[in-house]
């Protein structure tokens, strides 16, 4: 299948950092899923930064998640790595008796060969869509996205806080790359047409990904050329703008990237909905706030994120109307399955059934992702035995839905052919 969504380092630096089973609470750039959920529980914040710190022993990070994690487990990104536990290192249940056992075979199993079994041969992901956020990771273009490693790795470009989210630091940065000083908006916009040129040299990248909900409301207005080159003449002239006095350059920023994306047959991947790591502004988030953005690039294809959780039914209304939104629940079955069960139903009923995807693991580590994995199959499959049972689908029909939710809508969406073999 095909893994739509990914934050997973390259193997190799995977090799280079430490990890335990606390690394499956924080990792040593961002807390996971299960951690936060140990925290939503009632779990200290700055206990569970201790589960990363080398420092303290291990018998001690278990004795700062055990109060927790009986309450975090049923959870579905308990569940998730509850199932990693399971099927990847052999043990049935994560507790006070099992935790040093889980914890020594996920030690011992930090070896090369374990993204392949993991990710390529337990999950059965054959392509992996890279939003690479982790920065300090140095191997991703000279090796993740070799074309013999498996699973085959393809990425996304954020430009959020490059040239949308302008600063005098980032224009700097800008400029670096570029090779030559940028003092004007035409020479901004030929900066940002060399990152695409680059893009498409490469031949790696399939898309772009835009994660500004964490900074923002998702309305992006179609803000004048003229308003944004004033605001870009104060950033190149060193002044630090609050948010409020950038938001009409972001706009017009990102409006821009929205269009040569459209122009180059690349997929703008969005984030709507909930977010991860405890901020719970979910209202500036709703996937309603971006209908001007993609009426205003009708030729960009934009895949929603996490089914736009827990906006569903407006995804549906949005997705069903117009003809460059697909539905991409990645992330979405561990925050609920039962959710996500029920709205696949929803979804296959309302929108083109080439424009679901569904499967895309959102972990910093493999064995996340494979548990992730099995949960969304589960899913699918459930849903679609129902499908079939209510007489909605024969059987061949719904196998070939399983086929398109899980496959081939992305790799037709994404132009994936030439990463498969
Ligand atoms: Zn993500």
């Known amino acids: 299948m095909i893994d739509t969504h990914e934050h997973q380092v390259s193997e ?5 950092t430490e990890y335990s089973l606390f690394s499956w609470f924080i990792q040593p750039w961002f807390g ?9 529980a009632g779990m200290p914040p700055l206990d569970l930064e201790k589960l990363r710190d080398p420092f303290v022993p291990m018998h001690e990070r278990w004795e700062l998640v055990s109060p927790w994690w009986p309450f975090a487990r049923s959870t579905g990104f308990g569940q998730s790595v509850r199932l990693a536990a399971r099927d990847i290192y052999g043990v049935d249940e994560l507790n006070d008796s099992t935790w040093a056992g889980l914890n020594e075979r996920i030690i011992a199993g930090h070896k090369p060969g ?8 337990m ?3 054959d392509v992996i869509i890279l939003d690479q956020n982790v920065r300090a990771d140095p191997y991703v273009h000279s090796e993740f996205v070799g074309a013999e490693v498996r699973p085959r790795v393809a990425l996304v470009k954020r430009f959020d806080d490059t040239f949308i989210r302008l600063t005098p630091d980032s224009l700097g940065l800008i400029e670096q790359d570029w090779g030559q000083r940028v003092d004007d908006m035409d020479e901004l916009l030929a900066a940002l047409d060399g990152q695409f040129d680059e893009m498409e040299r490469s031949g790696v990248y399939v898309g772009v990904k835009c994660a500004m909900a964490y900074d923002r409301i998702v309305r ?7 308003q944004a080159e ?13 948010d409020a006095q950038r938001r009409p350059f972001e706009d017009f920023m990102l409006n821009e990237v929205a269009r040569r994306s459209g122009e180059r047959g690349l997929v703008m991947q969005v984030h709507a909905g ?11 988030t709703n996937v309603t706030h971006m209908n ?3 009426a205003r690039h009708p030729r960009t294809r934009f895949a929603v994120f996490h089914g736009s959780f827990p906006y569903m039914g407006e995804l549906a209304a949005i997705a069903k109307n117009l003809s460059n939104v697909y539905v991409d629940n990645c992330w979405m079955p561990i925050i609920s399955p039962t959710q996500t069960r029920e709205w696949m139903h929803s979804w296959i009923e309302a929108v083109p059934l080439n424009k679901l995807m569904g499967f895309g693991g959102d972990y910093n580590f493999p064995d996340g992702s494979y548990g992730h994995s099995l949960v969304a199959r589960d899913i699918l499959a459930r849903v679609l035995t129902e499908k079939v049972r209510d007489g909605y689908f024969s059987e061949q029909e719904a196998s070939w839905a399983a086929h398109r939710i899980l496959r081939q809508n992305a790799v037709d969406l994404f132009g994936l052919e030439r990463f498969l073999d």
């Open 114 to 121: 374990h993204y392949r079994r993991v990710l390529y041969e």
């Open 230 to 242: 004033k605001i870009f003449q104060r950033i190149r002239g060193g002044e630090e703008l609050g």
């Open 123 to 125: 999950s059965g992901i």
């Open 220 to 226: 992006y207005e179609d803000a004048p050329r003229q």
């Open 274 to 284: 909930i977010l991860a790591g405890g901020d719970a502004n979910i209202t500036r």
């Open 32 to 40: 996971q899923y299960a951690g936060a959920d140990l925290v939503s």
């Open 292 to 294: 001007s953005l993609f």
């Open 12 to 16: 190799r630096y995977w090799l280079e």
